[in-house]
């Protein structure tokens, strides 16, 4: 029986005692995920940073137009926080980012945010709530169709306008957001980098931009009689916002407040500037003046070539990104402007030229160094990572394309997209709101 005793107790000691003696034979416990309120602080700091650039691109956009369109310029971007805000939190985000379908779409599994609580959720964002990366997001979702309306400024009807841009945030937006973004989206899984929208928002947009402007035609008395800006101020005032809030869209694609973000905030900043330059360059050789106008313009060409390379290339990469962007952008302007094509406010040149750019340049000089989530482009010896950018590229061209020309053709059989002449003669303050943004 004493033998007994000391083998039971023996067994028992075993038990208790052996995971402390051996360790690595231990059961380790699951990390549980926990929000940091630093990354949350931040990242709701950057939501409303992202969110005041869309009525920062209201008065970029609105200066540039003439006097008697100001106002239903700055209520295209104005309206679509509402109306995407809503239509994200019902049904957009599921599709963007919800369980994956086949690498294609999100089910509708988080329809009105079923399931989207206030706890972390790994996938996409471990130390914030699941519903802060979803409003964040949605701010993406916001801006996007509201850079698409500088192509068609000026001779738009409101009700077809709204419609069509509801119907291409959920066809267009919210699949190829799925594509680059979701955890199984088959442009992520193949391993294409954008940080923060250079595919997804720019060169969705500029391509939308350029169909639509394609499909409705040029202004009444386009090349015939002079359309300039009427309120550069406006123009630069809204400028100086988006590169404000420019801030929020890329260092906060961080999703925390770390070195990553201050890596995205400085190659922001620094390749914005580097453009500002460059095309200021192209108007003093091309026109013989600097421009104020091709500053401002030049500070937004940066800032959509830096978007999808923001968290992967060094400040020097950042430099020559926003450089050659600044010059592309502004001698696109000049090209596209001897043409017949009517892109008002020059969405494709600056959006679609300047996200190509971008998504091309992150394929050339990406660092594992700068970022180890990341790749290294074919400048530090991985020619493979240019040619997955150059697809992802070719893809958004495609898609983005062939759905907004569908959309657009719908939209336009069911209730004609275009302002008839007479409206827009009268402009569409009068004609579409009947309001005046002077009355003096």
Known sequence: MGMRRWLLAGVAAGIVLGPMAFPAFAQQP?????????????????TALVML???????????????????????HSFIMVALISVQWVLWGY???????????IGSLSWFGLGGVGLEPYPDYAATIPHQLFMIYQGMFAVITP??????????IRFGPFVLFSLLWATLVYDPIAHWVWGIDGWLRKL??????????????????????????GPRKGYKQEPMPPHSLPLTVLGASLL???????????????????????????????????GWVLVDWIGRGKPTVLGAASGAVAGLVAITPAAGFVSPVGSIIIGLVAGILCGVAVIVRARTRLDDSLDVFSVH??????????????????????GADGLFFGNAAQFGIQFLGVLATYVYAAVGTYVLYKIVHALFGVRTSEEEELMGLDLSQHEESGYNF
Request: charged share 10%; glycine share 16%.
């Open 30 to 46: 699951v990390p549980v995920p926990k929000i940091d309120p630093g990354d949350t602080a931040w990242m709701l700091v950057s």
């Open 53 to 75: 650039m869309t009525p920062g691109l209201a008065f970029f956009y609105a200066g540039m137009v003439r006097r008697k369109n100001v106002m239903g310029t700055i209520m």
């Open 94 to 104: 599921s599709l963007a980012f919800g369980p994956d379908q086949g690498g294609i």
């Open 146 to 155: 509201a850079l698409i309306t500088g192509a068609f400024a000026e001779r």
């Open 191 to 216: 391993g294409a980098l954008d940080f923060a929208g250079g595919t997804v928002v720019h060169i969705n947009a500029g391509v939308a931009g350029f169909v639509t402007a394609l499909l409705m």
């Open 243 to 277: 590169w404000f809030g420019w801030f929020g869209f890329n260092a906060g694609s961080a999703l925390g407040s770390g070195a990553l973000a201050t890596t995205a905030f400085v190659n922001t900043n620094t390749a914005t500037a580097a453009a500002v330059i």
């Open 352 to 373: 679609g030229v300047g996200g190509t750019w971008g998504a091309l340049a992150t394929g050339l000089l990406a660092q594992k160094a700068v970022n180890s989530a």
